[in-house]
């Protein structure tokens, strides 16, 4: 058994770095649109800011529309899109594409309960002082609503590299490639077994990570 995991060793350190490749590029661009999509459909719900019911319901529309579809096959059906952003249908830089998108929408959706969850007086009191939407934005709704946006982001990593381990099916790479081609196609099940576990730690991280995260940010 041990000899067997040695033989791969490389392949599985390739893996791994596929797997960060894909998860952290897609997370990056997941809370940077996602945020920027939760603040918007906060504040067209919110009539403290600029309440546009069809700007919301639109991009609520869509979110709920690529939410609503299996990953696996989301996957499938944007690799045609892969192709004309990145050039290719295969790989980690094909399966990027799928995933940011994965990423965008979960978190839009995410943010949209942090910034909704923040005091409604708060943002009155300080709207009264004659501060602008801008700056309410800048110096209320986002400090409020940090803590909870660190806990979603935690979550979003988290559902973002078990998406990861799909790609394998598609020849995306990642530790979920690796499973699938020595553990399923060639029964060497102790590859799958340290792929697993490999998840398992990377998850575990994340989440201790993003615990420590919560607190520091709590206490400031």
């Known amino acids: 058994m041990l000899q ?10 390739v893996s791994l770095g596929q797997t960060f490749y894909m998860v952290i590029i897609s997370v990056v661009i997941g809370i940077i649109v996602g945020t920027l999509l939760g603040l918007l459909l906060y504040t067209t719900e919110n009539p403290l800011f600029t309440r546009n019911k069809v700007v919301n319901k639109i991009v609520g529309v869509i979110l709920n529309i690529i939410q609503s579809i299996p990953f ?32 965008v929408a979960f978190f839009a959706r995410l943010s949209e309960a942090s910034f909704s969850d923040v005091s409604r007086g ?8 004659g501060a602008s939407k801008a700056k309410v ?24 590299l078990g998406f990861s381990a799909m790609a394998g099916l598609v020849g995306g790479g990642g530790l979920g490639d690796l499973a699938y081609r020595y553990g399923y196609q060639r029964y060497q099940s102790e590859i799958m077994i340290v792929c697993v576990l ?3 730690v990377l998850v575990q991280g994340i989440q201790a990570l993003g615990e420590w995260g919560v607190k520091k940010v709590s206490k400031k």
């Open 137 to 160: 934005i800048i110096k209320i709704l986002l400090p409020e609503a940090l803590p909870s946006l660190i806990r979603n982001i935690t979550v979003t990593t988290v559902t973002i």
């Open 122 to 129: 708060v943002i009155e009191a300080f709207i009264s002082t």
């Open 4 to 13: 067997s995991i040695l033989k791969v060793k490389g392949d599985i350190l």
């Open 72 to 103: 696996l096959i989301l996957m499938v059906l944007l690799l045609p899109l892969s192709k004309l952003i990145v050039g290719t249908k295969i790989g980690s830089k094909a399966v990027l594409v799928p995933l940011s998108i994965a990423a």
């Open 198 to 200: 490999i998840l398992i």
